[in-house]
């Protein structure tokens, strides 16, 4: 193994250094001086997300387990971009006392589960997938609980927990039947030795379901809402964006890659599963009352919309799929920005706080509404290109019953879309929440979520970087 | 090949300006957003002019024939591998042209504002708003694709809407700019389905292989027929259609003389120079797919052009109102280019009508910007639009009076101003091609000299009036504009317009034809002497000739009524006939149903919210039962 070999796993080399350094740095910090770790991870970070981008060698490592391409290099790219705001948005709530002595165990826990997803996304094996979904959920449970003695958080922590082990048994249980049907975990392999007998279907179900559970399609999702609603907002922003988001690409790239060969078999299964969770998604968002909880079941039916990419097997549908997941990455990441920007000021997290919001806080407001609008799919925002764009993959391979009731779906999450922009501007309160000055980390994150959710979808060379780095089945 | 990629500056610059004046112009005096949209515009006119001399005289023609360059092209927004919208800067003669045009008017209208809008309020927003359009306007003439241009042409429309309101506390002023939203808005319906019906039969929407003579286009146009017309030909008809309204061409008129609310300079740049004269470059943009697939249509654009040329005219004899007059003159002269794209052939001097087309719109672009401006020099003078308020007015405003004179000459047809040759080369094509549409342009000939030297007379001849104080010149700022655009209307005559600007992108040798300028110019002179005898001095010769031909001079007065057959059919027969069942139903039925959705689904979400019970361990036993039903799914449905 040379030199340039080790290079090719450039990310996750790099997102451990940074999380070695931020350990060791916690490790001689004292009082004051662990606040000097939020910009050293900062900029640490922000450094290897950007040399991320820098154009890259793709190979193979450790006989095929690890393989990276422009594919992989990109999802990892947009998930970087992800976090970078996450952590911008985290400061505030960092810096409260409550929870400063323990600000380096946030920045470890997700470095640590971002380099469990990049592993998932370029693995090329079942084993390393495996191994990369539980170094990804394992300390996402610890930071669920991360303000432990709330209760609800401390429950969150443990449903999380208790739930992913399900999951991650059913998912293994599966695995080992495709080791004893197929004789091999390599997905080239399984792939040529596939034979469609009923073991492997039932492998097949096994090992979708628990990615199921990870991208909370209905009706695998049922810890979705108790994780979000107890998790800090920040913790919750990550599970929905970033955890999710990753969740997906897999999917997507195992589904493509090991399973061609039953692809009319797993269409069928998509085409189910995205009915149910984008109409059971909404069904529950509409009645949502905590906005952590409103969101979870929004982006479960966001997660339904996915599936409409993926289900088409082609190289436009990847495509569309990654650029919905990186308008979701600017959208989501305005809405829990303001969120958490409020929630670290007041504390306060439901819906009825929010009533009169725009006449103490416009601009918090203004960027919260251009969320949502992203989120409802109205142009020209990121959104609308989002699910234009996967619409039309949809339709292309023609399942156009499946695109008329995303539409239907879509009209229906206008609705509660615009409840909170309602409760912000018209609805009247006697104390609203009274204005406040955010820091620069806020503000920077919410800048650059405003500026994605405005600038990708009109500005095309995003959608077109995507596309040259897609492919299909066909 | 030249790179002309920095002619994206052009559109950009004031675009910036537009977003840095409209957000934060409230923050600094109002002058310096005027200042900045001023300096701004001067330097896109700089870029368009050094576009012009490198694209005409430095590079010239390749191999004898301009080049059609992309200076700049990205994909927008992509709908198949095939078909997809740029966005881009096309380079070739009629977008140099329009550049030079669109600047150059701009610019005046900007600088001109500066003292025309003096202390108004809303100074900052009227500048910002003029950049917005500039920004739409040169986006539109660059644009490189139909879809491109249908975008910027909505947002000249908007520019259009928000210019026209400035004044928003006027109602009439906010009644004019919903009128002229919704009326070209109307007739956008059908430029788009126009686009949607090109691009789907020819897979495209790049304008460079929709004209491409062996494009999908022209390839396509035998195709299916529906009422003994091609696809193409219905396409290309309704895509004139929402140039039509735009143009202002008969019956879509309506919106024009209204627009002039708004404020005068916006009326020189938007509703005289530019943003009207967008039909007319629509259709030109697309000429040789009219022309080589759907004569059909062009006869159409020829006969509506025609008309309304005639139309306009005569209704321009009675008005009063000195912008009505020159907006009806404005529709008039449109009709005269869209008349000239009608009769025009394909190729050589086949295409005489073509570059005539083109060549009118440039020279009509400098006279009319200086008509209206120096209107609104009138105007500003003493405080009224109608001409019954003016006279004698050429003491008070020499410099205001010597450049109207000169711009009456210019758009009567007196050589050797510019608009002589342009306007001779229309009546030469038209001859050529139809003796009727001929006879046309020949009577609107008449017809433009004389109302034009009856408002001129009017204006400053005859009587002073009762002014409350004297009249006096505007300042340097106002006249400066006037004077250059002046000299601009009497100079661009000599451009060499049929090297420059031709159908098939190949120069060619145009000569004046005695036969046509001559008597063109009689009956020039013939307007202008009865308009002379009428109204150089106060006599009751019109009064007695409106009474004697009463019916015909309340016709036009009025308009020939359309607004009120508008009316009739809008609130008489659509809103009582169509609009009230649809409401009812719409009210009784869908709402109806709607509100079943609603009842469904709210009533849906509280009956299942037990299955979120909060129980971990319930969750797992839906978890597994839910993997146990998928499988039993699967073997059920592959079980075979």
Redesign the interface.
């Known amino acids: 193994m040379t030199f340039n070999d080790i290079l090719l796993m450039r990310h996750e080399l790099l997102l451990t250094a940074v999380m070695l350094l931020v350990l060791i740095v916690d490790l001689f910090a004292t009082g004051n001086n662990r606040k000097l770790i939020i910009p050293l991870a900062l900029v640490m970070f922000l450094i290897i997300t950007v040399v991320g981008f820098l154009p890259a060698q793709y190979g193979k490592l450790f006989g095929g387990m690890y393989e990276t391409s422009g594919t992989t290099i990109l999802m990892k790219n947009v998930l970087n971009i992800a976090v970078f705001i996450i952590f911008l948005q985290s400061v505030a709530w960092l810096k409260l006392e409550e929870n400063k002595q323990k600000l380096a165990e946030y920045f470890v826990l997700i470095l640590s589960t971002l380099i469990g997803m990049n592993l998932m996304i370029s693995s090329g094996d079942f084993l390393m997938l495996y191994i990369g979904l539980e170094t990804a959920t394992i300390p996402l449970a610890a930071l669920a609980a991360y303000t432990h003695h709330q209760t609800k958080s401390a429950e969150a922590g443990i449903k999380l927990i208790l739930s992913s082990a399900l999951s991650s048994g059913i998912m293994l249980y599966g695995i080992s039947m495709v080791y004893g049907t197929t004789g091999s975990v390599s997905f080239t392999e399984v792939a040529l030795n596939w034979a469609n007998a009923p073991l492997q279907m039932l492998a097949f179900l096994f090992f979708f379901a628990g990615m199921a559970f990870k991208i909370s399609l209905v009706p695998f999702h049922l810890w979705t809402a108790d994780v979000y609603e107890g998790a800090p907002v920040n913790v919750t922003s990550y599970l929905s964006v970033v955890s999710k988001g990753s969740a997906a690409f897999v999917l997507m790239l195992v589904l493509f890659r090991v399973f061609p060969s039953i692809v009319d078999h797993w269409q069928k299964v998509l085409y189910a599963i995205a009915v149910l969770t984008m109409t059971i998604g909404n069904l529950f968002a509409l009645r949502q009352q905590n906005l952590k909880r409103f969101l979870a079941f929004s982006s479960i039916a966001q997660a339904g919309f996915i599936l409409l990419g993926i289900i088409g097997a082609s190289s436009l549908g990847m495509t569309t799929v990654i650029f919905f997941v990186l308008a979701y990455v600017f959208t989501n990441l305005a809405a829990f920005g303001v969120l958490s920007a409020i929630s670290a000021a007041t504390g306060k997290e439901n819906m009825a706080d929010y009533n009169g919001l725009y006449q103490t806080n416009p601009r918090l407001s203004l960027l919260l509404m251009l969320a949502m609008f992203s989120l409802a799919g109205i142009p020209p925002v990121a959104g609308f290109f989002g699910k234009f764009f996967l619409f039309t993959s949809a339709a292309s391979k023609g399942f156009y019953w499946l695109v008329f009731i995303a539409v239907v779906n879509a009209t229906i999450s206008l609705y509660y879309y615009l409840l909170p922009v309602k409760a912000m501007f018209i609805n009247k309160n006697e104390n609203p929440i009274p204005s406040f000055r955010s820091d620069f980390y806020t503000k920077a994150g919410l800048l650059l979520a405003a500026a994605g959710t405005l600038a990708i979808g009109m500005l095309s060379i995003g959608y077109e970087y995507i596309a040259s780095f897609s492919f299909g089945l066909q | 090949m030249t790179n002309y990629s920095y002619t994206l500056l052009i559109p950009l610059i004031p675009l910036t300006i537009f977003l840095l004046t409209g957000l934060s112009g409230h923050r600094f005096k109002p002058i310096y957003s005027g200042l900045a949209g001023t300096m701004g515009l001067t330097m896109a006119a700089f870029l368009s002019y050094i576009t012009a001399i490198r694209y005409f005289f430095i590079d010239g023609p390749v191999n004898g024939m301009y080049p059609q360059i992309k200076a700049i092209s990205?994909?927008?927004?992509?709908?198949?591998d095939t078909l997809h919208i740029d966005?881009g800067i096309l380079i070739d003669p009629i977008s140099v042209m329009m550049l030079v045009v669109v600047t150059t008017v701009s610019l005046m209208a900007h600088i001109y504002s500066l003292g025309y809008m003096k202390g108004e309020r809303g100074f900052a927003r009227f500048y910002s708003f003029l950049s917005l359009f500039s920004f739409s306007m040169l986006g539109l003439v660059l644009a490189t694709n139909i879809f491109q241009m249908y975008i910027f042409w909505e947002l000249v429309g908007v520019s259009s809407f928000l210019l026209i309101g400035f004044y928003y506390e006027k109602p009439s002023a906010v009644a004019a700019s919903k009128k002229a939203f919704i009326v070209t808005r109307f007739a956008d319906l059908g430029f788009l389905i126009g686009i949607l019906m090109l691009s789907f039969t020819t897979d495209t929407f790049d304008f460079i292989s929709l004209t491409s003579s062996t494009g999908p286009a022209i390839a396509s146009s035998a195709g299916t027929a529906f009422m003994g017309l091609s696809v193409i030909s219905w396409a290309l008809i309704l895509i004139f259609i929402g140039g039509a309204g735009k143009s202002a061409m008969f019956p879509l008129h309506i919106w024009l003389p209204d627009a002039m609310e708004g404020p005068t300079p916006v009326s020189a740049l938007i509703h005289a120079a530019t943003m009207v004269v967008a039909g007319v470059y629509l259709v030109a943009r697309l000429f040789p797919a009219y022309a080589l697939t759907a004569p059909d249509a062009l006869h159409v654009v020829a006969w509506v052009g025609g008309f309304s040329s005639l139309f306009a005219a005569v209704i321009a004899l009675t008005q009063i109102d000195i912008k009505r007059v020159l907006a009806f003159s404005t529709m008039s002269q449109i009709g005269y280019m869209m008349m000239a794209l009608g009769v025009s052939g394909y190729g050589d001097h086949e295409g005489l009508g073509y570059m005539a087309s083109m060549f009118h719109l440039f020279t009509h672009a400098m006279f009319k910007a200086l008509l209206f401006l120096g209107a609104g020099s009138i105007i500003h003078a003493v405080h009224s639009n109608n001409m019954t308020d003016m006279g004698g007015l050429r003491k008070y405003l020499p410099i205001t009076h010597i450049t109207f004179l000169i711009a009456c000459l210019t758009i009567a047809g007196i050589p050797p101003l510019s608009g002589f040759w342009s306007k001779d080369e229309i009546l030469a094509a038209a001859l050529h091609h139809n003796p009727v549409l001929f006879a046309i342009g020949f009577g609107v000939a008449g017809l433009t000299a004389f109302y034009m030297f009856r408002l001129y007379y009017n204006i400053f001849w005859g009587h002073d009036r009762h002014y409350h104080h004297t009249p006096h010149e505007s300042p340097l700022v106002m006249t400066i504009p006037l004077m250059f655009l002046a000299l601009a209307a009497i100079f661009s005559g000599f451009l060499p317009f049929s090297h420059m600007v031709t159908s098939d992108l190949k120069p060619f040798e145009a000569h004046t034809d005695l036969a046509v300028a001559i008597p063109s110019v009689l009956i020039a002179l013939a307007g202008i002497g009865v308009a002379t005898v009428m109204y150089r001095k106060p006599n009751t010769l019109p009064d007695r000739l409106a009474s004697s031909i009463k019916v015909l001079y309340t016709a036009s007065l009025r308009k020939f009524w359309i607004d009120e057959i508008y009316q009739f059919v809008t609130k008489k027969i659509l809103f009582a006939g169509v609009s009230r069942p649809i409401a009812w139903f719409d009210r009784h039925v869908i709402d109806a149903t709607m509100n079943l959705v609603?009842w469904v689904?709210?009533t849906?979400?509280?009956k299942?919210?037990g299955?979120?019970s909060?129980q971990?361990q319930?969750?797992?036993a839906?978890?597994?039962s839910?993997?146990i039903l998928?499988?039993l799914?699967?073997?059920y449905?592959?079980s075979n």
């Not at chain 2, 990205?74 to 198949?80: D, G, M, Y």
């Open positions: 990205t994909v927008w927004l992509r709908f198949t966005m609603g689904v709210v849906t979400s509280s299942i919210k299955f979120q909060g971990v319930q969750y797992a839906v978890f597994i839910s993997v998928l499988v799914v699967f073997v449905l592959f």
